[in-house]
């Protein structure tokens, strides 16, 4: 146990180094910040392409189709927008800087390096939803991390234009972001002309060419998803967040990833990504980290009060997801006994999910992003329909049978204890009597 303690120290010191950095953190907390804006494009999203042919033709002859295709255009096909404000933004207060101000100079340099082009009179200027959406997200990244930095570079060293006694405090501010915002400009006009000399022309095809395409390629397989799914739960069982520790390096990819599914679907196709941000609350956090919803049913059957009082505490919060009283209660944590199906049992759930969507026997997820509190097979029924609402009960099925016999020596355990305890009890109150 104590070999088990020193390793979870270990394992806790990288992964709070992971988080902390300014860098990662500052890409998580920004992309995490815009779940409303992707919770309500991903909503009506489903509400305007529900494939349901008398509900599609009464949209379009009362004219509504107009409006329910409306809020995708301000929501996730302008995320490369919210992002590079968002992750500035974070990039900032993190440092103890004016967060505002780094948001703003970074949505400008983002639309410095966006290509612009001309409407058809051939005089006014337009820019066009093609890099503004999903296929722009890393460049976002890129120009909000760079502004961000600049920013509070300029600013912890007192490069900027100082104003004198009593002038209000946001007029100094904005004053004092024209030293970073100037330089900015001036470094990403001369990126966004070093970049049109190339063959790809702008910063926009080459980031999304040599980076984005290969990135989100990669961790979009099959085997990047279940490498994923390991850590993630290895984390877990010595005591760290290992969802956040993840995410935080690989969310960029499956937010690319789910958007592309999600404007495949409101142009009423099928996605071609498997694995994206929807894929992992749908298939592999079957009521919680660890797949642990069939743990928790079975516990419902306990013969030791122990299991079955934490069962039925557990087993409404695990239909939406949250698990951590079964977790920390348990414990799951540094649990030999329950590390096998913790771990493996996420793993059968997604693999089986990815054969099964690349047979063809279950369609791609839509990409909608399912908000947190949904339960399970209504959120899979929301992001692929009946058929995963379905499959989403053969995985607590197998959940049930991955826990049972190893929760079965646990229970008879308990059981012995809270019997041998009893016992003594009973004895103390014949010697008192």
Known sequence: MAGGAEWRVKIQKISNKVQKNI??????????????ILI??????????????????????????????M?????????????????AYNFATQKKQQGFSAGILALMGFLLVTPKGLLDDGATAAIGYSWLGAKGLFVAIIVALLVGTVYVFVLE???????????????????????????????????S????????????????????????????????????????????????HGTLVVYSVVGPIWVTL?????????????????????????????????????LIITMLFAKSKRYKTLGRLA?????IGVNEPVIFGLPLVLNLRLMIPFIVTPIITSGLAILLTALGILPVLNGVQVPLGIPIIFNGWMTGGWRVG??????????????YPFFKKADAEALADEQAAEAKEREQAAVQA
């Open 258 to 294: 789910g958007l592309e599914n999600l404007q495949a679907y409101q142009q009423g196709l099928e996605g071609t990504n498997i694995v994206g941000s929807p894929f992992f609350p749908v298939y592999v956090l079957v009521g919680g980290a660890g797949a642990t919803l069939g």
């Open 40 to 69: 309500l494009g991903a909503i009506f999203s489903l509400i305007n392409a529900l494939k349901i042919e008398s509900y599609q033709a009464f949209l379009e002859s009362s004219g509504l189709k107009t409006f329910t295709s």
């Open 71 to 87: 809020p995708m255009t301000v929501t996730t096909d302008l995320i490369a927008l919210y992002a590079t404000f968002s992750i």
């Open 390 to 403: 379905l499959f989403q009960i053969v995985l607590i099925a197998i959940s049930v049978a991955m826990y």
């Open 193 to 240: 002309a070093i970049f049109r000399a190339t063959p790809y022309g702008n910063m926009h095809e080459f980031v999304f060419n040599i980076i984005q395409v290969p990135l989100t390629s990669l961790g979009g397989t099959w085997w990047a998803m279940l490498v994923c799914v390991f850590v993630i739960h290895l984390l877990w069982f010595f005591g760290v």
């Open 23 to 36: 860098y990662i953190s500052s890409i998580s907390n920004g992309l995490m910040a815009l779940m409303p």
């Open 315 to 319: 087993i409404v919060p695990s239909f």
């Open 157 to 191: 060293k007192k490069f900027y234009i100082k104003m004198p006694k009593g002038v209000p405090p946001t007029v100094e501010k904005s004053f004092a972001a024209l030293t970073p915002g100037f330089l900015m400009a001036i470094i990403l006009l001369i990126l």
